[in-house]
């Protein structure tokens, strides 16, 4: 880390952090009790120069209001659309939240309650003081961390409990996604101390905190994580699963599978097992059966020495997933992505969790007929992949390795990071039927001599952690030059043919698109999916003949995609995910127009001409594969 870096990072001691236990989702049970802290907050942005008056002047110590001016601010949310204050909207460093909050008065009295503080995710670097003792502190948007705090609730007088958190957006050459800070050094065209964040990111550096605050309780002893890992032959399905326990070292453990009418359909004692399920419904993606989305519910009972029992269920579904190739296979049969990629992104919130946003996108990836979608380009919150399980869309999960394209952040440090990011992300998803497949990352420079030994060590290390899902990283550079596409299993690649290159020549889309495809078929013999292609289109812009920005020229491009994709699915390509499903917040800059317009619905999630052409394939595509039930049929096909 440069000079620039440590100055506004001040305070953070230690970057990389041994992980921590398990991250099961904090849900309610006879035993566990959840209190929501999320709501408005205060907060203040620390403006000294070098971000580190609040660190100096101890402002976790008191009440943030007696520090200086404070305002409101919505958890969860990004901080920067709330006020009309530019400097807020774009600030770097650390800002400062707090919240009193009041913990029931049984959490503390009961000693064997354990109390636990929870954030979905704050991006990116946060530390956690309760009533003025440092609880916690993580390194890394996009992923939930906690704190037992416990301890510091019962020596701290009270049930009033005063949650402070800093919060800073800084990014380095060694963060997830990377970033500098440039320094301004010419006085005759910047103030003193002027700076700048580069990214090489398309999408804007939203920061604050992001998912909600939660408080809750397990016993002591208490269940830490599960693993479950699922296959089936014939009818018998079966379901692995292994259990942690901590606070107690003798616990017996229980463990029941039911159906969706309640039926129990598989018990076993002992923390690990394997659980035969007769008769199996299998999980299965949206529009490929007649009862997509199957999940049990498997409830785990860990029974203490003192008797105390701790009681968590998590949603199981049953399927597989392979790869040959040519072919990405879900139970058995080819399933071919027809989705998206996504962004957590809105007006106002940001990337702030917001409940009518997951609704309303996903009635929108259902009406469209998408089957699928990335999380590109970092993991998404985990409501949102429980929606996924529930509703059966297949997800690609990625983490935030994106824009890697200096050479200095492929060394050791950073190398680091991206494995314990990776664990992060597996511990957190692995138990998600929905999630198919894992990114490392996006169009990293993987033609830089240090991306072969990068990658490598990158994919065989999330496959040590998971061996049931294949890996993959997206990639958008040639086929030839490619360092860490021999360590994949899926090719992913990203092309902009009349965008970026031969802007304007929506002709020369066919050759190129079939190029690329026998290229990277022909080196690697491994199943393609076109992982993003599109354009922009500003909603309203039209022309004929077609115009680039135009909603016709938006179309024109995805139509001569689709003409290839359509010969090559029959051959290895496996899937298509337009970039991108709606428009979405970047950082200012002379190519982008309030914004990326590449979305087929605009930020607001109104369709542009692209989304209806795309709503006809897809049902089109679904109907010649999948099993389509009576009501799901599209109407004009
Ligand atoms: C791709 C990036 C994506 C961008 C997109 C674009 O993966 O993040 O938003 O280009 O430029 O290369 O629209």
Not at 203 to 211: E, L, M
Not at 510 to 533: A, C, H, M, R, V
Request: proline share 5%; glycine share 6%.
């Amino acid at each position: 880390m440069r000079a620039a870096e440590r100055l506004l990072l001040a305070a953070l001691c230690s970057v990389c952090q041994a992980l921590q236990d398990g991250m099961l989702f904090p849900t309610e049970s006879p035993s566990r009790e959840v209190k929501d802290v999320s709501g408005l907050w205060i907060f203040r942005a620390d403006e000294s120069p070098e971000r580190s008056r609040g660190f100096e002047q101890q402002w976790y110590k008191s009440p943030l209001a007696e520090t200086g001016p404070v305002i409101d601010m919505p958890v969860p949310s990004s901080y920067n659309d709330i006020t009309q204050d530019a400097q807020i909207r774009d600030f770097i460093g650390w800002v400062w939240y707090e919240k009193d909050v009041w913990v029931p008065a049984r959490w503390i009295q009961d000693r064997g309650t354990r109390i636990v503080l929870r954030v979905g995710s704050a991006h990116y670097y946060s530390v956690l003081w309760v009533n003025g003792v440092k609880v916690t502190e993580h390194v890394g948007g996009h992923l939930p961390f906690e704190a037992d705090i416990s301890g510091v609730l019962r020596q701290t007088s009270g049930n009033q409990c005063r949650i402070t958190i800093a919060v800073n957006n800084t990014l380095t050459l060694e963060t997830l996604p990377p970033g500098t800070i440039q320094y301004m050094t010419d006085r005759s065209r910047y103030p003193a101390g002027y700076f700048v964040q580069n990214t090489n990111f398309d999408f804007f550096n939203y920061a604050g905190i992001h998912r909600p605050v939660l408080l809750y309780t397990t016993p002591k002893a208490h269940i830490d994580d599960i693993t479950v890992e699922t296959t089936f032959s014939d009818n018998i399905g079966l379901v692995s699963f292994n259990v942690s326990v901590l606070g107690s070292s003798k616990a017996a453990v229980k463990v029941t599978l039911s159906a969706q009418d309640g039926r129990c359909v598989a018990s076993a004692d002992g923390s690990r097992g394997v659980l035969k399920v007769t008769d199996v419904n299998l999980w299965w993606p949206y529009l490929m059966h007649e009862n997509p989305a199957y999940l049990y519910s498997m409830e785990v009972q860990a029974t203490a020495e003192d008797g105390q029992t701790d009681v968590y269920t998590l949603p199981v579904g049953i399927r597989t997933v392979k790869v040959t190739s040519t072919q990405f296979l879900i139970n058995n049969k080819p399933f071919y992505f027809h989705g998206v990629n996504k962004h957590e992104d809105a007006d106002i919130r940001g990337k702030g969790f917001d409940w009518p946003l997951v609704v309303k996108d996903f009635n929108l990836m259902k009406w469209m007929g998408a089957n699928s979608f990335r999380t590109s380009h970092y993991p998404y919150a985990e409501e949102i992949l429980q929606m996924a399980d529930r509703h059966g869309i297949v997800i690609i999960d990625e983490c935030p390795g994106v824009g890697i394209k200096d050479i200095r952040s492929f060394g050791n440090v950073s190398l680091a990071h991206h494995l314990t990011f990776m664990e992060e992300l597996v511990r957190r998803d692995k138990n998600h039927p929905s999630v198919v497949m894992w990114s490392v990352a996006n169009e990293p420079a993987s033609e830089m001599p240090p991306a072969g030994f990068y990658f490598k060590e990158l994919v065989s290390h999330t496959r040590s952690l998971d061996s049931s899902r294949p890996v993959t990283y997206i990639t958008a550079s040639n086929y030839a030059r490619d360092l860490g596409a021999p360590y994949v299993d899926v090719i992913c690649v990203n092309s902009y043919f009349s965008w970026y290159q031969d802007p304007g020549h929506t002709e020369l889309i066919g050759l190129q698109l079939n190029t690329q495809f026998d290229n990277w078929y022909g080196k690697y013999q491994k199943p393609i999916i076109q992982s993003e292609y599109g354009a922009d289109a500003v909603p309203g812009l039209h022309s004929d003949p077609p115009m680039m920005f135009t909603e016709e020229y938006q179309k024109t491009v995805l139509q001569n995609y689709h003409n290839v994709f359509d010969q090559k699915r029959k051959e290895f390509v496996i899937g298509e995910l337009i970039w991108n499903f709606a428009d979405f917040m970047t950082s200012q800059s002379i190519i982008r127009v309030v914004g990326n317009k590449k979305g087929i619905f605009t930020r607001q999630r109104q369709p542009k001409a692209g989304a209806f052409l795309l709503r006809e394939r897809y049902w089109r595509i679904a109907n010649e594969t999948g099993v389509l039930p009576t009501w799901a049929r599209y109407p004009c096909l």
